[in-house]
Every structure is written in C-alpha cells, then in structure tokens.
C-alpha cells in the first residue's frame, strides 16, 4: 500500500464519519508512511489498512467495514480496504493517544492520526502473528523502531491482561528470528529484556 492509498481511505472514512470534525486513527504497520518514504517490503504488498474507532462506534465501523472493507465494491475497484477496529480488538501501550501522530496530504492538511511506531510494534509484538514478527525484524533492522523504546512500552502494558504473554511472545520471536539467519545482537537484546520483564512480573 502507498501513501496515497491512506490518503483516500482516511478521507472515504471522514465522508462517512459523524461529525465530520473527528479523524481517523490509524494503528496498523501503514503508519510506518509517517516516519519514512522507504517502507519495508511486507507493508507495501499489504493491502488493507486498520483504523481504530472509539466506544460508541459500532455503526461508523459497521458502514467502514461495508463500504469500505474487504470484498467490498471500493476494494474491487482500488485493490485495497480499511478494517475498521474497535479498541476491544487492539492492545497498545498506555498513553499511547498522546503519542498520536499527524497524516497529512498535499496540501498540508491533518486527515488521519497515526499511533506512533513503537505503539505498533508493540500491538503486533502482542499479536504474534509471523507477518507481525516480519514487520517487528523489518523495523529493527532498518532502525525506525528503536529496541530501548520499544521494552518501555512493552512494560507499559504490564498491568494489562496481555501482559501474561510478553514472555512467551519473547521466546516465539527469537525462534521466528533464528530460521531469518540473522547476528546475535537481536537476540541478546531479546533476552535481555526478558529478564527484564520476568524481574518485574
């Protein structure tokens, strides 16, 4: 997905949006736009882009999903959609809406707010899923997530029921890790912040 493409879902979203004055947030690996024009290989193939809705947003999420989601008539014609989230189905650091960044179009203009990247990847650490561990190798390896960053706000969810699986999470990492042939600076960090997260469970 290009940049432009979340131009025009952010600003489908806002048509349907009431009121109008509310942006979008998004809160999936795309926010990687915001930081960098040079965006990992698993993000641009990806087509289809997560925007998160607050409580009391069933119905906006519910015309999202339908006129814009997938297998919709807008992802036949466009080759890409928005999954519109409620805040049930996502987990992201604490504070994380004061890290909120700014998408911006052509002229400037604010259409869409972005979690901020070390937000993200933690909401994908957590997820789990081989194309999260992809994106979380991506971003450590070309530097725009920052690893210190990113065990802060891993700890910043452990008062959080999903703070049960950071370990687990850890050690599926470091396996997902070890069949990318990749130096053991990684995976020192990783342990690293184990201990760090099993010393204060």
């Not at 009391?56 to 814009?68: C, D, F, H, M, T």
Request: contains cysteine; aromatic residues 8%.
């Amino acid at each position: 997905m290009r940049k432009e493409h979340l131009l025009k879902l952010a600003e489908e979203i806002r048509r349907l949006a009431v009121p109008t004055e509310i942006l979008p947030i998004i809160v999936g690996s795309q926010v990687v736009h915001v930081i960098t024009n040079f965006v990992p290989e698993i993000v641009r193939q990806s087509v289809e882009c997560d925007f998160l809705f607050g409580e009391g947003s069933a119905e906006i999420r519910r015309q999202v999903n339908l006129k814009l989601g997938i297998f919709s008539s807008f992802q036949q014609e466009n080759g890409f959609y928005a999954d519109a989230l409620g805040k049930a189905t996502v987990v992201l650091p604490k504070d994380w809406e004061k890290r909120l960044q700014n998408l911006t179009n052509d002229a400037g203009e604010t259409i869409a707010l972005c979690a901020e990247i070390h937000d993200v990847a933690v909401s994908k650490f957590v997820a789990g899923r081989e194309k999260d561990f992809q994106f979380l190798k991506d971003g450590f390896e070309r530097g725009f997530i920052d690893f210190k960053i990113f065990v802060e706000r891993l700890r910043l969810i452990k008062e959080t029921p999903q703070n049960k699986v950071l370990i687990s999470r850890i050690e599926s990492f470091v396996q997902f890790l070890r069949g990318q042939k990749l130096t053991t600076q990684i995976f020192d960090k990783l342990l690293e912040a184990k201990k760090i997260l099993e010393s204060e469970s």
